[in-house]
């Protein structure tokens, strides 16, 4: 069969897509130029806010819509809003062939027999009963992988859905996870990010390695040795993990990102807002306070140390002398950027018995008022880049500028540069910044980067 995958939300569900892929193509099945090309089709969807699960459903009523022309192509669900509803979204889409769980991706060849066998509407969800299966198959040839090392999520924060739908923390071995990374290497990723949703919680929840010695760096906590055990597998020139918690933000995790060779200085800590009242109605853990320490720590280990966040707008009782407390640590925290998310309750989260009363246009304001402050700042922070020469990991032809390469600096930042021979996707490429946009910096190339282990560890934002 030929397969099209629709993917909405976050990297866990960009690396879940590549897993279900990687899985069918195991089994013989080819990708699809496009849905009139397709045989099956699977939405791969989010739950985060309720317009996530809106789009998704309206995609899949236009895709069961569509089998009135094409009864033979199959169309199914996965991911998180198929786990929330799982048989109720039978009812609405009857046409739908099957529903599957966020941990159930390795049921799917099995089920496509089921459904040759002329099964229909089949619901496989997760069963807490059942030692969770992470997604450990790959396709071939891509220069930046991610590799799941947490699933779940034990957090709760009170507006948020994902501890429902990716259910209770579990931590792959490292064993596993070390297996996982070589063999991708090996195939040519240079670059690997390691997945969690709380991403420094991982071993917490179960051991991971078999003996509790320290490391050959003298590391005990279990990220930490997991990123040492990473850069020392040939090949891997980057490694990132996300999302951070300022809470795990601790000394051995800072360390850990100063010393490994590979280690990029560059954090994804989502913060959702900068007032002490609502960080607690939220149940985040921390104060703003608190969660500047945690950047102050890391700036100081890392002078290059780049800084990405999350925050939610409107959420219940948001005030605003909250909004501007949420202004004012944007600032502070000097964020390279910032995913703005306007609040939607979630059913069965605390947060949703609480009046979502702040009105649809206040969060629209409030929006895109943080959207014109992290403009701002983006165009500053990397403005200051400007005349300086970066490393950056080639990844191939610019999505938006087809004349130009796009590659990543240490710090993350997207940076565009006119290609020259011979450089190739995968590559370490030094480039001179000439000028900068709040998302993007362009620059020219200069020398290849050397590649001398340890050496080359990101220096440059
Ligand atoms: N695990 C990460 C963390 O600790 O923040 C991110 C999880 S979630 C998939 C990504 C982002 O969605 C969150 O950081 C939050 O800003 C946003 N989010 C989650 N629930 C939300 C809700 N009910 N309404 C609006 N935004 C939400
Ligand atoms: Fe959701 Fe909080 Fe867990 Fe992130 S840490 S997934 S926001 S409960």
Same mark, same amino acid.
């Given at each position: 069969?030929?397969?099209?995958?629709?993917?909405?939300?976050?990297?866990?569900?960009?690396?879940?897509?590549?897993?279900?892929?990687?899985?069918?193509?195991?089994?013989?099945?080819?990708?699809?130029?496009?849905?009139?090309?397709?045989?099956?089709?699977?939405?791969?969807?989010c739950s985060v806010r309720d317009k996530a699960e809106d789009k998704a459903?309206?995609?899949?009523?236009?895709?069961?819509?569509?089998?009135?022309?094409?009864?033979?192509?199959?169309?199914?669900?996965?991911?998180?809003?198929?786990?929330?509803?799982?048989?109720?979204?039978?009812?609405?889409?009857?046409?739908?062939?099957?529903?599957?769980?966020?941990?159930?991706?390795?049921?799917?060849?099995?089920?496509?027999?089921?459904?040759?066998?002329?099964?229909?509407?089949i619901v496989q969800l997760d069963d807490p009963g059942v030692a969770p299966?992470?997604?450990?198959?790959?396709?071939?040839?891509?220069?930046?992988?991610?590799?799941?090392?947490?699933?779940?999520?034990?957090?709760?924060?009170?507006?948020?859905?994902?501890?429902?739908?990716?259910?209770?923390?579990?931590?792959?071995?490292?064993?596993?996870?070390?297996?996982?990374?070589?063999?991708?290497?090996?195939?040519?990723?240079?670059?690997?990010?390691?997945?969690?949703?709380?991403?420094?919680?991982?071993?917490?929840?179960?051991?991971?390695?078999?003996?509790?010695?320290?490391?050959?760096?003298?590391?005990?906590?279990?990220?930490?040795?997991?990123?040492?055990?990473?850069?020392?597998?040939?090949?891997?020139?980057?490694?990132?993990?996300?999302?951070?918690?300022?809470?795990?933000?601790?000394?051995?995790?800072?360390?850990?990102?100063?010393?490994?060779?590979?280690?990029?200085?560059?954090l994804h800590l989502p913060v959702q807002s900068g007032s002490d009242r609502?960080?607690?109605?939220?149940?985040?853990?921390?104060?703003?306070?608190?969660?500047?320490?945690?950047? *102050?720590?890391?700036?100081?280990?890392?002078?290059?140390?780049?800084?990405?966040?999350?925050?939610?707008?409107?959420?219940?009782?948001?005030?605003?002398?909250?909004?501007?407390?949420?202004?004012?640590?944007?600032?502070? *925290?000097?964020?390279?950027?910032?995913?703005?998310?306007?609040?939607?309750?979630?059913?069965?989260?605390?947060?949703?018995?609480?009046?979502?009363?702040?009105?649809?246009?206040?969060?629209?304001?409030?929006?895109?008022?943080?959207?014109?402050?992290?403009?701002?700042?983006?165009?500053?922070?990397?403005?200051?880049?400007?005349?300086?020469?970066?490393?950056?990991?080639?990844?191939?032809?610019?999505?938006?500028?087809?004349?130009?390469?796009?590659?990543?600096?240490?710090?993350?930042?997207?940076?565009?540069?006119?290609?020259?021979?011979?450089?190739?996707?995968?590559?370490?490429?030094?480039?001179?910044?000439?000028?900068?946009?709040?998302?993007?910096?362009?620059?020219?190339?200069?020398?290849?980067?050397?590649?001398?282990?340890?050496?080359?560890?990101?220096?440059?934002?």
């Amino acid at each position: 069969m030929k397969y099209l995958l629709h993917t909405y939300g976050c990297q866990m569900n960009v690396r879940d897509a590549e897993s279900v892929a990687a899985c069918l193509e195991a089994a013989g099945h080819l990708p699809a130029i496009n849905e009139a090309d397709a045989d099956l089709i699977i939405v791969n969807t989010c739950s985060v806010r309720d317009k996530a699960e809106d789009k998704a459903v309206g995609k899949l009523g236009l895709l069961c819509a569509g089998k009135r022309t094409a009864p033979q192509r199959l169309v199914g669900v996965m991911g998180c809003m198929a786990q929330r509803r799982g048989a109720a979204l039978l009812k609405r889409l009857p046409q739908l062939d099957f529903v599957l769980g966020t941990r159930q991706q390795r049921a799917l060849p099995v089920i496509l027999f089921r459904l040759a066998a002329g099964e229909h509407g089949i619901v496989q969800l997760d069963d807490p009963g059942v030692a969770p299966r992470v997604p450990d198959a790959h396709l071939s040839g891509s220069i930046s992988a991610f590799v799941t090392v947490l699933l779940g999520c034990n957090r709760r924060c009170a507006y948020c859905v994902v501890p429902d739908v990716r259910g209770a923390e579990y931590s792959r071995p490292a064993k596993d996870i070390l297996e996982e990374v070589h063999s991708l290497a090996a195939s040519g990723t240079r670059e690997v990010t390691l997945l969690g949703q709380s991403v420094m919680n991982y071993g917490r929840s179960n051991p991971v390695w078999d003996s509790a010695t320290p490391s050959p760096g003298g590391f005990r906590e279990d990220l930490p040795r997991l990123l040492e055990a990473v850069s020392a597998i040939p090949g891997v020139r980057r490694i990132r993990f996300t999302s951070g918690h300022p809470t795990g933000c601790t000394d051995e995790v800072v360390r850990a990102m100063r010393e490994i060779p590979h280690v990029c200085p560059h954090l994804h800590l989502p913060v959702q807002s900068g007032s002490d009242r609502v960080l607690g109605l939220m149940r985040r853990g921390y104060t703003a306070a608190q969660y500047l320490d945690a950047v *102050a720590r890391l700036r100081s280990a890392m002078s290059d140390f780049t800084l990405t966040s999350d925050v939610i707008v409107g959420f219940p009782t948001e005030t605003e002398d909250d909004f501007e407390a949420t202004r004012r640590l944007m600032e502070a *925290a000097a964020f390279d950027n910032t995913f703005i998310f306007k609040y939607s309750p979630r059913p069965n989260t605390p947060a949703a018995a609480m009046k979502d009363d702040v009105p649809t246009a206040e969060k629209m304001r409030r929006n895109q008022v943080l959207l014109e402050d992290q403009d701002l700042l983006g165009q500053r922070l990397n403005e200051a880049c400007v005349g300086r020469t970066l490393d950056v990991l080639a990844e191939g032809v610019s999505l938006r500028n087809t004349q130009r390469w796009s590659g990543r600096s240490p710090g993350n930042k997207i940076v565009i540069f006119k290609h020259e021979p011979p450089i190739v996707a995968g590559d370490l490429v030094s480039v001179q910044i000439t000028s900068a946009k709040p998302q993007a910096l362009y620059g020219e190339v200069g020398l290849q980067a050397p590649d001398d282990r340890g050496q080359n560890k990101c220096t440059t934002p």
